[in-house]
């Protein structure tokens, strides 16, 4: 592993643990060269997934996609980046379990939904807001009254 300060290539292993959702391991490391130390995640490398959207066509599968869309939904909120990154595995988990490598659009907006119910309120709302495609006060309204049937 290269050190990302000084470039040198040789590291040792100070600490290793798995992430809570046991998806990858966490590695703290430290250059054998300037002593400075990192964090280093290993991840099983996925099947090649697509997305089916609505309009029908097929993209590949981009965990970056996901996130941006949980961290706009999630701004200014008081989420840390440990819990968006544990639904976004949680998300991925759910996705590896279907049997298809064709995962359609609709499906991972509907567990990103449900991730965001659990943990923030405002963020599912505004992560509905896009989603759902709500076009005026009436569909906001809607969707809150939802969640206060759910309290």
Not at 88 to 114: A, D, H, P, R, V
Not at 124 to 150: G, H, N, Q, T
Request: proline share 3%; net charge positive; with cysteine.
């Amino acid at each position: 592993m290269r050190c990302p300060y000084c470039l040198f290539s040789e590291t040792k292993v100070i600490d290793k643990r798995q992430t809570e959702d046991l998806s990858s391991n966490r590695r703290r490391r430290e250059c054998l060269n300037c002593k400075k130390r990192f964090t280093t995640y290993e991840k099983i490398e996925m099947l090649e997934l697509f997305v089916i959207k609505k309009d029908g066509s097929r993209q590949p599968y981009n965990r970056d996609k996901i996130k941006i869309g949980i961290l706009k939904a999630c701004e200014k909120r008081p989420i840390s980046i440990e819990i968006i990154e544990n639904l976004i595995n949680n998300i991925e988990s759910e996705i590896l379990k279907q049997e298809s490598i064709e995962i359609s659009s609709k499906f991972i907006g509907s567990l990103i939904m449900k991730g965001l119910k659990k943990i923030d309120k405002v963020a599912y709302i505004r992560f509905a807001s896009v989603y759902l495609s709500f076009d005026d006060p009436i569909d906001f309204s809607k969707e809150l009254k939802i969640l206060k049937v759910i309290r």
